[in-house]
């Protein structure tokens, strides 16, 4: 069996067995794998396990996994512990050839007794032909196919794969990314990982078309030089955020009763982000910050001299310390454009032609001259991106329709007009009406296919990061 | 006239004088402080003061300051920059104890004529026994004496002062603090500081009973080496969180244009930040997220050794690194609190008895056991606080008004029987219905007057401020 037609099995089989499928179909319905795999139209075989049951949902149901007569692709296990070795036997023995074990209580309970079990379960997988994903994880998530791990997830496919140890953390990160606009062509959770880890699934996406933009969350390795040689021939080809849990001492122990894994150094870890280019986060939510970044920014970014331009209380001289303090540059700019800004900008307080560039209210609380000062801001040689930013909770007063429509049309003329890129910040910040306008203005921009942040800092740290990478890149392919 | 005196003047005055008020009741009832001081009910007397007008808002109006025949202890001028010096004058003649200069249009146009003018407005001060607030401020904010120098920002009376150089800064800190549960004893907003400044406001504010806690954003320093000895002896008396405005070479370029400020060399600020004990912040956001912890967690926490308890998709692996990069310890527990919390805590995928602590669901999405166990890894000595965090959009499907109803009434339990400091994260990341449900239960958390954040990472990084600052002082007072 060759690699792809593993990962064939895996992300597209045409048949699921589930062994310990409920006999009880409200339960099966709301809990079990054969009631998601109905809800979400998986359209191949689904084989119900259950030496009860005849029927389940509606589907008839096998007393064991060798009384099905017809070939089986995959099947996924949810037996409890003790009883998985002997499922997993059977399904060798039928010649299934890739199972999912989500059945959790192996090694990370801490338990010898458990860390006993999983290694018969591991010398199983190694003694037959059987492929094995987990145990203790949520397996496959693949719209192509139909395989939704879990309800609240994308059920449309997008750009962006995602390798996690964790099934909870996989599934956590879409949620946050759905409203953000974020989808994903494959996921994969492979928990405490006997067999099948990191190192084959990110080979898989390297090569996978439907997959541009690689996340990773890892707590540890099979194999370390492996995993290393494979990352950094991945990051050649596409971008890979990578979130490391159990950087720390403490974090490594607490990775240890989370999946059972050996953790590594930070030393370590920081040498190889940096050796291979990958993009580190330190944090579910940063990761879909940095995504944002990537998916949307274009890959043309030409350098790091950003223009700010908003509106705020000081927002702009601290943004400007935090673009320092990430590497970015807020340069001065040209006295011609200063002079042409000063035409359009009326100098009021709130207002400045210096960069950062703060632009006083119009009439309907966003000014009319926004998108002209965006495209002569972006005509500036000096200049090589624009972070413009918006704090509604300042302008409270102005928050209704008329502010909305101004600012996406703004916004979109802005965007229509200007040569470089741009990126957005709405911060939700302040009150419940606050939140509702910002959160519809937010979502204008992400339909306007801008990368939209809802912090001056997530949008600055991101941006910085994109840049190294393509920095990175651009280095090494030199 | 002593410093008492003055600062009675400014945020208790008997009558303000409102030069500039305009006589087009629409714009002033919406824009002017004649109709702002009439919508927040200040009690004492208004003399708007207007050439052309009689009446203004239904109050008597005078031609010019002289033209009142009462004194007046405060006068805010609106007027056009050029207009400034002369109506200054006429103010001192008067005998008016303080003016607050609203209008801008000085220094920090970067304009060497309106360097001039500002210079100008500077000797008047000097040369008179006038006091200036100002120019390009929003001056006082007072809830006690009804001055409240904007529409949306909270009409009662907090704990914490505002000493802030721009004022739009100290709006949006109010605005984004108020639905936090924060509120505010007085603000003051001081512009370019032709006259006072933060080294008198903070003194001031040292000594007020109404503040307990201090926060201010600071751009530029007339005095260092006084401002340094203020902020030393503020330090002793009640906490001070500081944001620094220009701390890099392109934000103090930035902060000379929004308020004309000589900014300072990072290092120098550094060293400052250090030697006094004030609690550093990098944005007007994290500001709001330092206030909640020191508003809000008991002075008594008892050292850096933190339990993490919640649920997440290695959240809190994830967690155990922050915990470690920001100075925390999240120490293993101990083995007799792991058998207790093993006979509440079901062995399952999403449950661990080990620091970070996962508590799986119950019925309604949230575990009945919660409060006992709270408590048990309380009692253990291992342990000075409690960081304990919801991510809703990890259990969507649970979301409802009996997870609401649970969750309230086991965090009260919690917090009740616990006699270490509890902190809540409850992010509210995810869909519109996430946000519903978190914005719910983060309200019952900050009525609970539990410190209340939305993300793990601002609470580790506010948490570990707060340490920081309570091992300052102890250690200042050994």
Redesign the interface.
């Known amino acids: 069996m060759s690699k792809r037609q593993l990962m064939d099995y895996i992300f597209y089989p045409d048949s699921i067995a589930v062994i310990g499928a409920s006999k009880d179909s409200e339960k099966e319905k709301a809990m079990g794998w054969v009631g998601r795999l109905l809800e979400f139209r998986y359209k191949g075989k689904i084989y119900p396990i259950n030496p009860g049951a005849t029927e389940i949902l509606g589907l008839k149901a096998y007393p064991s996994i060798e009384s099905v007569q017809d070939s089986v692709d995959y099947a996924i296990i949810t037996l409890a512990a003790p009883l998985v070795p002997e499922a997993l036997e059977k399904c060798a023995k039928k010649g299934v050839q890739v199972v999912h074990i989500f059945s959790?209580?192996f090694s990370?309970?801490?338990d010898p007794e458990r860390a006993k079990l999983q290694e018969k379960v591991k010398r199983i997988v190694n003694q037959t032909n059987i492929r094995a994903i987990g145990p203790?994880c949520f397996g496959v998530y693949c719209p192509a196919s139909h395989i939704i791990c879990n309800?609240?997830l994308p059920t449309e496919s997008g750009s962006i794969g995602l390798v996690c140890?964790?099934?909870?953390?996989?599934?956590?990160l879409m949620?946050?990314a759905?409203?953000r606009g974020l989808r994903f062509s494959k996921g994969i959770s492979y928990g405490n990982a006997v067999d099948l880890s990191a190192e084959e699934f990110l080979e898989y996406f390297m090569s996978d078309p439907e997959t541009k933009f690689i996340f990773t969350?890892i707590?540890g390795l099979k194999d370390g030089r492996r995993f290393f040689n494979i990352l950094r021939e991945c990051v050649k080809v596409k971008p890979v955020v990578i979130?490391k849990?159990?950087?720390?001492?403490?974090?490594a122990?607490?990775?240890a009763?989370?999946t059972g894994s050996l953790a590594g150094s930070r030393t370590a870890w920081q040498t190889l982000f940096k050796q291979t280019g990958v993009i580190p986060v330190?944090?579910?939510?940063e990761a879909?910050e940095q995504l944002v970044a990537l998916v949307n920014v274009p890959s043309s970014v030409g350098g790091r001299k950003v223009a700010l331009v908003g509106r705020?209380?000081?927002?702009?001289?601290?943004a400007?310390?935090?673009?320092?303090?990430e590497g970015l540059?807020?340069?001065?700019l040209s006295v011609d454009t200063k002079m042409q800004l000063g035409k359009i900008i009326p100098?009021?307080?709130?207002s400045?032609v210096?960069?950062?560039v703060?632009i006083g209210l119009g009439a309907f609380g966003f000014s009319e001259h926004y998108a002209e000062a965006i495209e002569i801001i972006g005509s500036n040689p000096q200049i090589d991106f624009i972070i413009t930013f918006f704090?509604p909770?300042?302008y409270?007063?102005f928050l209704r329709e008329e502010w909305l429509e101004t600012a996406t049309s703004q916004l979109l003329m802005a965007k229509k007009s200007l040569s470089k890129p741009l990126i957005a910040v709405v911060?939700p910040?302040?009150?419940?009406e606050?939140?509702k306008w910002a959160?519809e203005l937010q979502q204008r921009c992400i339909e306007m296919g801008l990368a939209t942040f809802l912090?001056?800092?997530d949008a600055i740290k991101a941006a910085s990061k994109l840049i190294k990478y393509y920095e990175f890149k651009s280095h090494e392919t030199e």
Chains 1, 2 share one sequence.
């Open positions: 959790a209580g990370e309970t801490g203790n309800r609240g140890q964790t099934g909870m953390g996989m599934m956590l949620r946050l759905k409203n969350y707590e979130l849990g159990g950087l720390s001492e403490s974090g122990s607490a990775a009763s989370h330190e944090s579910i939510q879909v705020g209380g000081g927002a702009g001289v601290v400007t310390d935090m673009c320092d303090r540059s807020v340069p001065r100098s009021l307080a709130g400045s210096e960069n950062p703060e704090i909770a300042e409270e007063e911060d910040g302040g009150s419940m606050v939140f959160k912090s001056l800092e």
